[in-house]
Each structure stands twice: as structure tokens, then as C-alpha cells.
């Protein structure tokens, strides 16, 4: 890979990317991040970066904006992600749309490839052991619906356009960056703040990526995977939610009472939540190096810089 697009640069998934792409011989990365946000600031300052500050429904012009033909096309931009994304159903709507513009521009910039990022969400409610990229899915909320939907129809105008498609269904990832509502970022601030963090029994099982192993991943598919495929990224090994909890207690403030039990399971809670990565593994090599404990010192870190 020489020249690279990266959509949602700003995020916690695309700053791995990026973080890992400068890792290697890649010789320009386009940022493409929305005008004047707050987060241009978390990109690394490398002269190989070029900033492209571009809404998301205005990716039919992105082409326009890049003057040189690129190879791999990494789309991570996905607006309104957070709390409220299954409330906004036209909101979810309009990323559909923004997909297959972010596709017609790659095929018009000559990408290879097109790599976007799905979600666990698009399977449902699954209580099974292990979810396979073949695993049965059925998305219940408007999210999951969108994410489901955006990477099926991108993956038929790829074929029209002659791209290859890797579709990526993300489980769960925790680092530098991390939305503030995730359990994770939730643990973590209240434990350095010395108070109780409330949970429910935290019985579910779940698998959990440090972002640095999520971007190195991204960027082993953009070198070494072709077609059209799907792959679910996780760290392929699932534990009590209970015991990431305490892990991160340990780690952060150890002896501090936390109160597992303390609210109860929402409805539609899902006890069983594993990526299946034989796929990933076999078409990438790509292994995870941080076990949670790892990822978690390198988060608080990275916390502590982020908010002084």
C-alpha cells in the first residue's frame, strides 16, 4: 500500500490505523475528518498525512479532493454512533447513502480496495459461543439495521465497480479515544476518581480488542486481503464481564468496592459475545498481542494525557 483514505480519521478506529499505517511504508494517508472538529488535534503531526475536512454527506465529492489515484480506501466514518443511535432512523439512513458514495469515490480515486466498518450489532440478539462471519444475522435496532444494510448493498456496487470488498463487523474495542459511555471509559474514570462504579451481575460473556491490535487488523487486510469477503474482529476469547471489571480495578485503584449487581440487566441483553477470527487469522496472519491487563495500562496512560 503506498496512498490510503481513511474516513472517520479522527476516531478511535481510525487513529489505530493511521497510527499503524505510519508504522509501515505507506507514503500518504488522507484524513478525511468533518470541518473544523475538535478532534483534528488527536491526528499525529507526519508530513505524510493530508487533511481532508469533509462532511460525511458530502463524500460524492471526496474524489474531487485528492489529486493522486490511492490504493486501499479504509471507510470508518459513521455519524451519530453514539448513545442515541437507535433513535435517529433517518439518521442511520443517510450512512447508508454515505457508504456508497465513500465506495464511488474510492472506484473514481482507482482504489483496490474498499474496507468498511460493520458492527457486532448486525447479528442481533445471538447466544452462541463463538459468532462466525456466517453466523445468522438478524439486527434489531436501527443501528445494527443500517450497519447490516450498508455493508450488503456496498458489497453488490463493489462488485459493479470492481472493487475488492472486506467488510469488517467490529465486537468490542476499548483504547486511546474511547467514547466516554462504554463500559470501559465508565470504569475507568470513576476507579481513578476513587468512586463506586455500578454495574449490573455482569455475568455476560465478552470479547474485548485493545484499538492498537483493531488498527494493526485494518491494516493487514488493506495489504493482504482480496475479494469479497466479511471478517469479525474481536480477540476471539470471551470472559465474565465480571472479570474485565475487576481487572481494571486492580489495575486502576485496587481495593476500591464496586458494585457489581447494583442495576439490573436491560432488556435484551446479550450473554454471549465472541468473534469467531479463524478468517482474519488465515487471510492476514494478524494475531492479538495485548491481553487486557495490557491494554488497559496503555489506556489509563493514555487517559491521563488526554485529560490532564
Request: proline fraction near 4%; hydrophobic fraction near 35%; include cysteine.
Amino acid at each position: 500500500m503506498e496512498n490510503v483514505v481513511i474516513t472517520g480519521a479522527t476516531s478511535m478506529i481510525g487513529i489505530a490505523i493511521i497510527e499503524e499505517c505510519l508504522k509501515h511504508d505507506v507514503k500518504k494517508i488522507y484524513a478525511v475528518a468533518r470541518p473544523r472538529s475538535s478532534r483534528l488535534g488527536r491526528l499525529p503531526a507526519d508530513k505524510r498525512i493530508t487533511i481532508i475536512e469533509l462532511d460525511s454527506c458530502q463524500y460524492a465529492n471526496l474524489a474531487d479532493r485528492i489529486s493522486a489515484p490511492c490504493d486501499v480506501f479504509y471507510h470508518i466514518a459513521w455519524s451519530n454512533s453514539g448513545t442515541g443511535r437507535n433513535q435517529d432512523v433517518y439518521g442511520q439512513a443517510q450512512n447508508i447513502l454515505n457508504t456508497l458514495n465513500a465506495l464511488r469515490a474510492a472506484k473514481s480515486l482507482r482504489c483496490s480496495k474498499f474496507i468498511g466498518a460493520g458492527s457486532q450489532a448486525e447479528y442481533g440478539r445471538l447466544d452462541i459461543e463463538k459468532i462466525a462471519p456466517d453466523s445468522p444475522a438478524s439486527p434489531v435496532q436501527p443501528y445494527g439495521i443500517a450497519k447490516y444494510a450498508a455493508g450488503k448493498l456496498a458489497a453488490e456496487e463493489a462488485k459493479q465497480c470492481n472493487i475488492d470488498f472486506l467488510w469488517v463487523r467490529i465486537f468490542s474495542v476499548y483504547g486511546k479515544y474511547d467514547k466516554p459511555s462504554t463500559m470501559v471509559s465508565y470504569a475507568l474514570r470513576e476507579m481513578r476518581k476513587g468512586r463506586r462504579a455500578s454495574f449490573t451481575a455482569a455475568e455476560q460473556r465478552w470479547d474485548y480488542l485493545y484499538s492498537a491490535d483493531a488498527g494493526r487488523a485494518f491494516y493487514l487486510i488493506g495489504e493482504k486481503s482480496v475479494g469479497n469477503k466479511l471478517y469479525c474482529l474481536g480477540s476471539g476469547k470471551a470472559k465474565p464481564l465480571r472479570e474485565y471489571i475487576y481487572t481494571i480495578r486492580d489495575i486502576v485503584n485496587p481495593g476500591l468496592a464496586i458494585g457489581i449487581g447494583d442495576i439490573p440487566y436491560p432488556d435484551g441483553t446479550v450473554m454471549n459475545l465472541c468473534a469467531d477470527i479463524s478468517l482474519l487469522q488465515k487471510d492476514t496472519g494478524w494475531e492479538p498481542k495485548y491481553d487486557f491487563g495490557d491494554g488497559i495500562r496503555e489506556y489509563a496512560g493514555c487517559y491521563e494525557k488526554e485529560r490532564g
